[in-house]
């Protein structure tokens, strides 16, 4: 089922997540509703805190043209073992901070392992969208957000929107 997306600020996106140890029925139903609901945002990420599931897991699908086909990805425990020199710079945004972007430079190209769904450990290099999204969301786990590489006085008034916005969507039963 889709689930509530929480919004900045909020605690518990400001949290270390902890590892997955067991792959339970429970973490398969969560892998599966985050899926659905980063599908629903629509976004191309969607890591656990951001649903209130305050565990080291991550969907992705940033295959978003409309020719290729969708390709989506659960990452447990994910872990960056590289990062390229060269750097890149995307406007990003994020689920969690609605209607806000700035640009964020990043390392251009990572590897990274992590455990999949059926417990099989996997190691593969991501460049691109996927690059930065993974980065991005792995940020998430260490309850980092794309904002806290910004100036204090950007990060500031960010932060007040997503307060005023708060309050209305409180008033307003959303
Ligand atoms: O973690 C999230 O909030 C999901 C973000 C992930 C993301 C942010 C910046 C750059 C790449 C990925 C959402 O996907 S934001 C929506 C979006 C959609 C298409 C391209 C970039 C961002
Ligand atoms: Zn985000």
């Known amino acids: 089922m889709i689930r509530p997306i929480l919004i900045h600020p909020d605690p518990r996106l400001k949290k270390m997540c902890d590892p997955v140890t067991d792959i339970t029925p429970e973490i398969r139903d969560l892998a599966r509703d985050m899926l659905e609901t980063m599908y629903d945002a ?10 209130g599931a305050m565990l080291r897991i991550l969907t992705m699908d940033c295959s978003k043209d409309a020719e290729t086909e969708p390709q989506p990805m659960v990452l447990l425990n994910p872990k960056i073992t590289w990062a390229s020199e060269d750097l890149s710079t ?27 769904l059926d417990g099989t450990e996997r190691e593969q290099e991501f460049d691109g969208l ?3 999204c993974l980065q991005h969301e792995i940020d998430h786990l260490d309850g980092k957000l794309f904002i806290d590489y910004l100036g204090p006085l950007k990060r500031q008034m960010i932060t007040r929107k997503m307060q005023k916005l708060k309050r209305e969507r409180a008033r307003d039963g959303a």
């Open 42 to 51: 629509p976004g191309v990420g969607l890591a656990g805190p951001q649903v």
């Open 90 to 116: 995307y406007e990003e945004g994020c689920l969690s901070i609605p209607e806000q972007y700035a640009e964020v430079e990043r390392p251009a190209r990572v590897r990274a392992r992590w455990l999949d």
């Open 130 to 132: 996927w690059a930065t």
